[in-house]
């Protein structure tokens, strides 16, 4: 478990063996400072997000609102957790003034049990409001049963429990990112074909996954002349998604199309390249290093896109606004603006992740 929080002067003086004056001369570009010294300051700025305190009420009022954040870190999808990271540090950044920190503790996705755990850890040391992205539903749904026991505020962030509940929702219309998805790729291959649709092994499990294929599926009958061959379920690797995708490539020559809901994008896209398929269209989701070059040469056509940081933001700032100012939100779900990020726009994204 880790906390994070605003640094003063003085502790980012301790830590990095600059005087507080000196660091003082460079805020206020005063005085005479090396450049070697003034660099070396700014990047211990940057780096432990000191934000000039104009507004010490809380602080010296010392009042603390502590939010916990539990979530999950996973192989197939490692680009989640430094984005939420990312959203929380930007949160902790704008509102620490008045108080604000974050208690974080991420679990191994294969191991939601310990998602309890650390809930209940944090519950131990006082904490009464959560951030939650969770990798098991039933688990979450007994957790959440004794979060409200206690009265905690809890946003979920990323996945949703597939009903109507009374805790917040921060995160993706998974429907209507599957009608997007549909849309997209139906126009990229006119409308014709056939449709390979892979997805990962926790579709059985996860309704966010249900959701969005139901959407895709049903914005498809749109067009007729393109059909859907039958689901590819259960490919828990990326040497499986690879070689399924291959197979299919070779004895499907009418294939047009590929919706990828495996989360392993990167495989996908190396099996339309071994296969020497580039007439084939490829659409999937999410934004990450590993697939950036195969996206700016359009082996990857298009993914539907959301700002990760900025949901894992949004939760924090809910919980605090609540915390600090009583302002309570009217919606329970806020979603995502859903973006299609292609070869030509890829440029606009890349210093978001």
Same mark, same amino acid.
């Given at each position: 478990? =880790?906390?994070?929080?605003?640094?003063?002067?003085? =502790?980012?003086?301790?830590?990095?063996?600059?005087?507080?004056?000196?660091?003082?001369?460079?805020?206020?570009?005063?005085?005479?400072?090396?450049?070697?010294?003034?660099? $070396?300051?700014?990047?211990?700025?940057?780096?432990?997000?000191?934000?000039?305190?104009?507004? $010490?009420?809380?602080?010296?009022?010392?009042?603390?609102?502590?939010?916990?954040?539990? &979530?999950?870190?996973?192989?197939?999808?490692?680009?989640?957790?430094?984005?939420?990271?990312?959203?929380?540090?930007?949160?902790?950044?704008?509102?620490?003034? +008045?108080?604000?920190?974050?208690?974080?503790?991420?679990?191994?996705?294969?191991?939601?049990?310990?998602?309890?755990?650390?809930?209940?850890?944090?519950?131990?040391? &006082?904490?009464?409001?959560?951030? @939650?992205?969770?990798?098991?539903?039933?688990?979450?749904?007994?957790?959440?049963?004794?979060?409200?026991?206690?009265?905690?505020?809890?946003?979920?962030?990323?996945? #949703?429990?597939?009903?109507?509940?009374?805790?917040?929702?921060?995160?993706? #219309?998974?429907?209507?990112? &599957?009608?997007? $998805?549909?849309? @997209?790729?139906?126009?990229?291959?006119?409308?014709?074909?056939?449709?390979?649709?892979?997805?990962?092994?926790?579709?059985? +499990?996860?309704? +966010?996954?249900?959701?969005?294929?139901?959407?895709?599926?049903?914005?498809?009958?749109?067009?007729?002349?393109?059909? $859907?061959?039958?689901?590819?379920?259960?490919?828990? =690797?990326?040497?499986?998604?690879?070689?399924?995708?291959?197979?299919?490539?070779?004895?499907?020559?009418?294939?047009? &199309?590929?919706? #990828?809901?495996?989360?392993?994008?990167?495989?996908?896209?190396?099996? @339309?390249? #071994?296969?020497?398929?580039?007439?084939?269209?490829?659409?999937?989701?999410?934004?990450?290093?590993?697939?950036?070059?195969?996206?700016?040469?359009s082996v990857i056509d298009g993914v539907v896109y959301q700002d990760l940081s900025k949901q894992a933001y949004l939760a924090v700032r809910i919980l605090f606004e609540e915390m600090c100012y009583g302002i309570v939100q009217e919606k329970k779900k806020i979603y995502s603006k859903l973006e299609i990020v292609m070869s030509e726009n890829l440029c606009y994204f890349r210093e978001?992740?």
């Amino acid at each position: 478990m =880790e906390t994070i929080t605003r640094m003063t002067l003085e =502790e980012i003086s301790a830590k990095i063996g600059i005087s507080r004056t000196t660091i003082y001369k460079v805020l206020k570009n005063k005085g005479n400072v090396s450049e070697k010294t003034r660099n $070396a300051v700014m990047e211990a700025l940057e780096r432990y997000h000191y934000v000039e305190n104009k507004n $010490a009420r809380n602080l010296a009022m010392n009042r603390e609102y502590t939010i916990g954040y539990v &979530g999950f870190r996973s192989g197939s999808a490692n680009y989640f957790s430094p984005k939420v990271r990312r959203g929380i540090e930007r949160a902790v950044k704008e509102f620490g003034d +008045d108080g604000l920190k974050v208690m974080i503790s991420e679990f191994d996705v294969e191991n939601p049990e310990q998602q309890r755990e650390e809930v209940e850890k944090m519950l131990e040391l &006082g904490v009464q409001s959560f951030v @939650l992205a969770f990798a098991d539903q039933q688990l979450t749904e007994r957790l959440l049963k004794t979060l409200h026991e206690r009265e905690c505020k809890v946003v979920l962030l990323s996945r #949703d429990l597939g009903r109507e509940h009374e805790d917040y929702y921060v995160g993706v #219309d998974y429907y209507k990112s &599957g009608l997007l $998805a549909a849309e @997209l790729l139906g126009k990229l291959v006119s409308g014709r074909g056939k449709i390979l649709i892979p997805v990962t092994a926790e579709y059985r +499990d996860n309704q +966010d996954i249900q959701t969005r294929l139901k959407g895709f599926l049903e914005k498809l009958k749109e067009y007729p002349d393109c059909e $859907a061959l039958p689901v590819i379920y259960n490919l828990a =690797e990326g040497k499986q998604v690879y070689q399924e995708v291959c197979n299919c490539l070779k004895k499907e020559p009418a294939l047009t &199309g590929i919706f #990828d809901l495996t989360y392993r994008l990167d495989m996908t896209a190396k099996a @339309l390249l #071994d296969t020497k398929r580039s007439d084939v269209k490829l659409v999937g989701f999410d934004l990450f290093r590993e697939i950036e070059e195969e996206i700016r040469n359009s082996v990857i056509d298009g993914v539907v896109y959301q700002d990760l940081s900025k949901q894992a933001y949004l939760a924090v700032r809910i919980l605090f606004e609540e915390m600090c100012y009583g302002i309570v939100q009217e919606k329970k779900k806020i979603y995502s603006k859903l973006e299609i990020v292609m070869s030509e726009n890829l440029c606009y994204f890349r210093e978001e992740q």
